[in-house]
């Protein structure tokens, strides 16, 4: 503790001051995984589903609790405040996280604590954090620091798909004039690429099926939404006649031989073929990545496999394949400040009518997104495919020498007496909703471990999140000062 410039106000300074709330973080923190925060369908006044809302609901009671003023934006979002003026600081966090998936050892929504870690969906992201964040406002509170502008923890319930609850939540609240999102790592993320999610789709028609093709793709199926990259994939095709039999045959014996590749009847009647491919082990050079529908497309295209949807699989052959630069798409491009535009297959999916693919496009700053949109959308209709825009998140650039950056820098520095190095990304935080006013800081510590966020076993080492809490609360201070 020390005084502030007129040596009447006492303030806070990094000296492990969190460490006197650390059971009750860790206990919150357990319940609040407790409670399956993933979207789903509406409910009156729960725009993203019972659990989300009830995520919500937790975070806004613990802190009416503590003393702070609350406020429930109709199930969207909501918020803890304390100070007054017209200004205003914010911490902006997440309740709703990613579906579990498979391969958990433990509970994914167990809270479980086990050597040193908690266990559970959204331990890491972002759950952990967003109970830090409260306590930081708490441990302000306590120490007596009077802010002449409002301080808020905002939280939000939509991060994870589409970000639609900071939309309606700033269309009620004003903007705060400086905030940041604990919901990447440290130091600071200043630049994140504009990002975004297309379909293409290959819709079945009556003329297709008329057309008589020998092959016929019947599914085809790749990538979970929780993963960035499929690491299996997987395509059925049939035939009706002894021509396409015969070709269904020739498929197999082919691909059979080429890496991470398997080919089987399905059924007994040698006219439905499955075949299933893993990620190559070579790994692109661009994203340190591995695609097993790339992988599928190559194969396919090795054997000249031919069917009556030829136009997507031509299309993910011919314009993305083990391209991740966007060149043949023709969208590649580039500038100093964010790098390079960087291009995956994210998912395959079929129903009844279509079999739609999900390209994630990453895209610098300097660069228009309508514009990488328009180009693709023209591309894919010459091969006969529909395109859907299904996300779109514009870029942030925070200029290096924002308000914001200089006062995280200093608290970051102040904490680890480590330099704030400005960092950038290609996924998304709430510091998009920020219209560049705001940042991504921490709280994954620098050289940390790999906290399975999105994965099976998904934690947070209780000491990192500890130590994550002293630098959010510093970096709290810093924000809610004059």
Not at 378 to 394: F, P
């Amino acid at each position: 503790m020390m005084n502030d410039t007129n040596g009447s106000v006492p303030v806070p300074v990094y000296a492990g001051p969190m460490s006197r709330y650390k059971d009750d973080i860790v206990r919150h923190t357990c319940e609040l995984i407790r409670i399956r925060s993933v979207k789903e369908p509406e409910l009156p006044g729960k725009p993203f589903g019972e659990g989300n809302w009830r995520a919500l609901d937790y975070m806004l009671k613990l802190a009416e609790s503590m003393g702070f003023a609350v406020s429930h934006t109709d199930g969207y979002a909501g918020h803890a405040e304390y100070g007054a003026g017209e200004e205003i600081a914010a911490v902006l966090v997440h309740l709703d996280t990613v579906h579990e998936g498979d391969g958990w050892n433990y509970d994914p929504f167990g809270g479980t604590i086990a050597d040193g870690r908690i266990y559970g969906r959204g331990a890491a992201d972002d759950k952990g954090p967003a109970v830090v964040a409260l306590y930081a406002l708490k441990a302000l509170k306590d120490s007596g620091f009077l802010p002449r502008k409002r301080v808020r923890v905002i939280f939000g319930t939509n991060e994870e798909s589409g970000m639609k609850d900071l939309d309606y939540y700033f269309a009620k609240e004003p903007l705060p004039s400086l905030a940041f999102a604990p919901d990447a790592g440290y130091p600071i993320y200043n630049v994140e690429l504009g990002n975004m999610l297309v379909a293409f789709r290959w819709m079945r028609t009556e003329v297709d099926l008329a057309a008589g093709s020998r092959v016929a793709v019947l599914s085809f199926s790749g990538g979970i939404p929780i993963a960035l990259i499929p690491k299996e994939s997987g395509i059925v095709l049939g035939a009706e006649d002894g021509e396409g039999r015969k070709e269904l045959g020739r498929i197999r014996e082919a691909v059979s031989v080429l890496p991470n590749i398997t080919a089987e009847w399905d059924g007994e009647g040698g006219d439905r073929l499955r075949i299933q491919s893993g990620s190559q082990p070579v790994q692109n050079a661009e994203t340190g990545t591995a695609n097993a529908v790339v992988n599928l497309m190559a194969a396919l295209r090795a054997v000249k496999c031919r069917t009556n949807m030829d136009g997507l699989l031509r299309f993910l052959q011919e314009r993305i394949g083990l391209e991740s630069n966007g060149a043949s798409l023709g969208i590649s491009c580039e500038d100093d400040v964010s790098g390079k535009l960087v291009v995956y297959v994210k998912q395959v999916t079929t129903e009844e009518d279509r079999v739609e693919t999900v390209v994630s496009i990453r895209y610098p700053v300097t660069h228009s997104g309508e514009r990488v949109i328009e180009t693709v959308t023209e591309l894919a209709g010459s091969y006969g495919l529909e395109t859907d825009v299904i996300r779109h998140l514009h870029p942030v650039y925070v200029n290096p020498d924002h308000e914001v950056i200089r006062r995280l820098s200093r608290a970051y520095e102040r904490v680890t007496g480590e330099k704030a190095e400005l960092l950038r990304m290609g996924a998304g935080t709430y510091a998009r909703k920020l219209r560049n006013n705001g940042v991504a800081f921490g709280a994954g510590l620098r050289g940390g471990v790999n906290n399975n966020i999105h994965a099976a076993d998904e934690f947070i080492v209780i000491e990192d999140l500890m130590r994550h809490a002293d630098i959010c609360y510093q970096g709290l201070y810093e924000i809610a000062q004059e």
